[in-house]
């Protein structure tokens, strides 16, 4: 009998194209079932990713691992296992892919089989980037991304939606291109070292790759990553991608595709090249395009007029500490990091959502055209309100832990990183104070005194972001726990002896060279 526990992760990663296969079968006649198997199966997927943060020990490295031969003739396996960070993203997946697929029920009437197969297909892949532990599996994955979201954007956006999916396409498909260079030269470095080909990446992290070798291969992960964050000035895609986009399609771009360029970062670049990571140059640099991003995204803003281009670029800000931490290259910058994705995951996920609702009642984004919605949408009002505190980082909401790690991190490095932060702080506090102010206070006008509150169905789409928000903001402690060892390993691969030199515990509880090899054993 199978043991369905040690095949989990295939559970979850093969579960949406489940649902997709059976979604085809039923006939485009009847789109209150295609609706309802959409919503109830990605329901159901969420259940396996529960079973994984029930079951996963915070003391342990890659879990759940799962091993079979691939193309055994170039050194491919189909390799899959989750550490922490993993863990978040793949449950942070999960949940927003049921939430998107719920919040298009009544904003979807043309083409549902389609529409719906997509975002399933996008969610299985979305997953495979998360848990793939092969270099080559994980890049397959990266690339599957593209069609689905690509399709979305270009059939159920706006007006300029072919513009805007060519343009998301071409960005992030050069950026791919250039960073299977990288995986390339990694590849060939390993064989030359070693006699073997081997895309595992606990083998690639065992490859000697000289200082020089380490430069070129990390700019080449940087165009790749780069542009998925999206880190200025790779980022003029997404404004387009999001303004376009339908309303569901903006949720999971923000929310979970943009986290891959993050996750890359931290998963790649830094253990793999850790000697490029810290070299001064690369980390001065990176921390000034993450700097700009910050300061800039708030600032244009502020000039937006276009409430869904708003927050578009409100995630070149936000997205903007999440680098930054990264390349704090200390605990506390990587792991504010590391939740700090989920915050704005959650955060700019909700945003996304509050537009989409005022969108389907008023087919406008203009800011202009609201003002008072306090008066007719009270429930609406109040959820806006928490959403944007929360995106703001106020204290007892997720956004206030994740930047404060951050800023203790970049404080750590540069009292000059530390004030910018601040000032981007205080930026995003301005325009998202401004929004509200603009559209839920004031007079009412005609047009907007008859708008209906949210219904149920709105409310349920809401409710699970609203708890994940206070949950984070008010006891972030089991996030931290699960998140205390990834970060932990990254800081020792980049600078051994971190810990030690420093008089602190050592969360992975042993010496640089002994905790490589056991990341190695537990990711084979």
Sequence with gaps: MVNLASHILSIVLFAPLAGLLVLLLIPSSKPKAIKLWANAWSLLCCLPCLWLVLNFDSAKDFQFVERADWIPSIGASYSLAIDGYSLLLVALTGLLGFLAILSSWNAIDTRLKEYYANFLFLQASMLGVFMARDFLLFFVFWELGLVPMYFIIAIWGGP?????????????????????????????????????????????????????QQWWIFWAFFLGFAVKVPMWPLHTWLPDAHTEAPTAGSVILASVLLKMGTYGFLRFSLPLLPNAAKDPVIVNAMALLSLVAIVYGALVCLMQKDWKKLIAYSSVSHLGFCTLGIFALNPAGIAGSMLQQINHGISTGMLFLIVGVVYERRHTREISEYGGLIRAMPVFTMVFFITAL??????????????????????QMSLNWAIW???GIALGAAYLIW???????????????????????????????LVCAFWIGIYPKPFFRVLERPAAQIVERVSPGYFAERGLANPIGATPASAGAAADATGR
Excluded: W
């Excluded at 204290?395 to 970049?410: C, H, K, V, Y």
């Excluded at 102010?437 to 409310?459: C, F, H, V, Y």
């Design 160 to 212: 300029r939606r072919v513009y805007a999916a060519f343009k998301f396409l071409v960005y992030t498909f050069i950026g791919s291109v250039v960073m299977f260079l990288g995986i390339l030269a990694l590849y060939f470095l390993h064989q030359r070292e070693f006699g073997s080909y081997s895309f595992a990446i606990p083998e690639l992290l065992r490859t000697t790759v000289s200082g020089s």
């Design 435 to 465: 929004l509200f102010q603009r559209t839920m206070l004031g007079e009412i006008s005609e047009k907007n005194a008859k708008l209906p509150d949210l219904s149920l169905r709105e409310i349920a789409v809401f409710a699970p972001l």
């Design 390 to 411: 929360s995106s703001m980082g106020m204290p007892a909401l997720n956004g206030f832990i994740g930047e404060f790690s951050i800023l203790q991190g970049a404080y």
């Design 421 to 423: 932060c601040a000032v």
